[in-house]
DNA sequence: TCATTTACTTCGGCAACCTAAATAACATTC
DNA sequence: GAATGTTATTTAGGTTGCCGAAGTAAATGA
């Protein structure tokens, strides 16, 4: 096999298991992927909008009002009017919603965090080196991506409305 | 930014990069993701049974009858009850089907592989290294996955086989 | 032969999407 | 300051993808 084809292999190794993960990460919380995406970016940000997440996530407005809903009913996030602009409604994450995300056992991170940080100066480096350029060969959009490693963002991205 | 969230940053940045391509190609061929997949399956395979696509996919095979169903009535598989055994309907592709993968704009492999053969030969060698590790750093479980980059496979993968 | 297993489909149901349309509120403009 | 447009969100209705359970048909095997 050559290297082009090896290299094709591993990428679809690291997607596979970014995947797998992500549902059992989900499913650990009582929520589904597409819920605890919403979550995570609710946490990420500690208040937002559902315009926000709706473009983060790539999907509808009214697929975020439903995936909020869930959220709600589960009393991990709140919806909070904005008096600023009453149009807007904030989400703001609740103490029991920070405490389900800590506490989900996000070991696919972990993991890959202890594994790269026990690595050499010269590897972290090269690692570093070497997604980023890949990166830049598929042509990742120019997104602001934080530093979390979730397959969540990549089940149902849509080009969303 | 450290270089964990670097490396974090650049491989969310991958994996965004191939699911959004992976809709695009679908739609671009008039299916859905999921769709497209199993019509990916067949094609590789040049003929399978349900099972088997279930089990690559990981999916159940109350699902991939529907979505052959759906590829059926596109005219793009076939449905052939083995003469061997007579439980099994063996899936072949149509020569429709086949014409609808080759001539799906596979942009991102397409580009893909042509930075990649253009890079030099370390720098192919030290890709192919990288990701390697990279995908053994998340335990990407030991499957026979074929040198086909595409995001179909991250959204239901499957153990293959 | 009769029970079991295997391969597949059908059925009912849920989650996640989407678009279009409805609300409500801010923004403009004449 | 009323009409018009834009923005933020939800509601309604529909499709797809997915599952488990149950049903059918065929192979297997005791």
């Known amino acids: 096999m050559d290297r082009v084809d090896s290299s094709l292999v591993a990428l679809r190794r690291i997607l596979r298991a970014t995947e797998l993960f992500g549902r059992e990460l989900a499913e650990s919380a009582g929520l589904t992927a597409a819920q605890f995406r ?10 937002t909008t559902a315009k926000e997440i709706s473009q983060q996530m790539r999907v509808s407005q009214a697929t975020v009002t439903a995936l909020v809903d869930k959220l709600v009913g589960h009393g991990l ?80 991205p849509g080009e969303a409305g």
Chains 1, 2 share one sequence.
């Open 38 to 47: 919403v979550l995570q970016v609710v946490a990420e940000k500690g208040q």
């Open 77 to 156: 996030v709140q919806r909070i009017k904005s008096l600023t602009d009453r149009r807007q409604i904030n989400i703001v994450i609740t103490e029991t919603g920070r405490r389900t995300i800590e506490s989900a056992p996000d070991a696919l991170q972990q993991r890959y965090v202890r594994e790269f940080t026990a690595l050499s100066d010269w590897e972290q480096s090269m690692i570093v080196a070497v997604l980023e350029r890949v990166s830049a060969m598929l042509d990742a959009e120019d997104l602001d991506v934080a530093p979390v490693l979730d397959a969540g963002d990549l089940r149902q």
